[in-house]
């Protein structure tokens, strides 16, 4: 039996993907073990699967300055030499790596024990943590055509990004009925990212009272986001975060307005969803939603409002101009060479397992 190792952590976008991969390797006969942090959303999520989990040190990789900045690679260290005993012990055939900076550990540790890597890049430019990793990596895939360029010493490779089979079978009946709504009114799910985003969170619920006029809403807000106020307005329904029910969720959904992460904007491609993007600023991020949701926009696939530019009046306008419009998306999502990456990744975990 061939054994993997996945790793990835920081946020659930570079978790879940990996769990789209699950189904398959298994059906391959793979054993798969998953190195993570102590503490990191990825315990819980990988948890959940039954994936057998290790535990190891790993510092943030910041982009500014901090005291920790001093410290932290002392953890780096640390987290190798216990990513090379748990290789050691596991002999993994192959690594796969979905980024985080708990990667970075156990893709230098992989490659000291002369194990294939195979990493992914969700974004346009590679992450710190990825770029990092690539010198120690056999392959990198990405997921815009444009990215390629960016991977150096031609290890990359156009795969697409790896999609849960189950997020494109869900019931929008079923959707609607865990969404209690009744009525014929389309549906509007708004995601702000896996934590939720507190200024689009703010911004909709503004205008909910016009929204509601002509939607059903689904607002999934993030943690400790929920109003209170609004819990028994008729067709608003509130989640702090959902996982089960998210493929229904998202196949009720006629309109979405989110955040631009890779991962989710690749999932509204896929079951077609026309969609407001709106990249977090470069305040906040090192850009690459920006350039994520550029790409789209340009294909045809979303319409994008800029972070600093978003107001009451702007949301309700474009929300009108995608409605009115929305057949034009879907087509254009439809005729997308862009397919989910499971099968592509796997291709290549096939080749490189030793």
Known sequence: MKKIIMTGGGSAGHVTPNLALVPKLKELGYEIEYIGTQDG?????????????????????????????????????????QSILIMKKVKPNI???????????????AHINKIPVIAHESDMTPGLANRLSAPYCTKVCVTFPESVK????????????????????????LGRKICGFEDKK?????????????????????????????????HICGKGNIDESLKNSKGYKQFEYISE??????????????????????????LRKPNILIPLSKKS???????????????????????????????????EGLYKSK????????????????????????????
């Open 41 to 81: 959303i990825e315990r819980k999520i990988i948890g959940e699967e039954g994936i057998k989990y290790h535990s190891i040190s790993s510092g943030k990789l910041r982009r500014y300055f901090d005291i920790k900045n001093f410290t932290d690679p002392f953890k780096v260290l640390k987290g190798i030499l």
């Open 95 to 109: 690594v796969f790596s979905k980024g985080g900076f708990v990667a970075v550990p156990v893709v230098i540790a």
């Open 150 to 173: 960016n991977i150096k010493d031609n290890k990359g490779v156009l795969t697409g990004t790896p999609i849960r089979e189950e997020l494109l079978n869900g019931s929008r009946i």
């Open 186 to 218: 389309p549906v509007l799910l708004i995601i702000g990212g896996s934590l939720g985003s507190k200024f689009i969170n703010d911004t909709v619920r503004l205008v909910i009272e016009k929204l509601l006029q002509n939607y059903n809403v689904v």
């Open 245 to 270: 029910e998210l493929p229904h969720i998202m196949n009720t959904a006629d309109i979405v307005i989110s955040r631009a992460g890779a991962n989710v904007i690749f999932e509204l491609l896929a």
């Open 285 to 319: 991020s090192r850009g690459d939603q920006i350039l994520n949701a550029a790409s789209f926009e340009k294909s045809g696939y979303s319409v994008v409002i800029q972070e600093e530019e978003l107001n009451k009046k702007i949301l309700l306008e474009k929300l």
């Open 327 to 354: 057949d034009k998306f879907v087509s254009n999502m439809t005729s997308s060479s862009i397919k989910n990456g499971v099968s592509n990744i796997i291709k290549l975990i096939e080749e490189y397992a030793l």
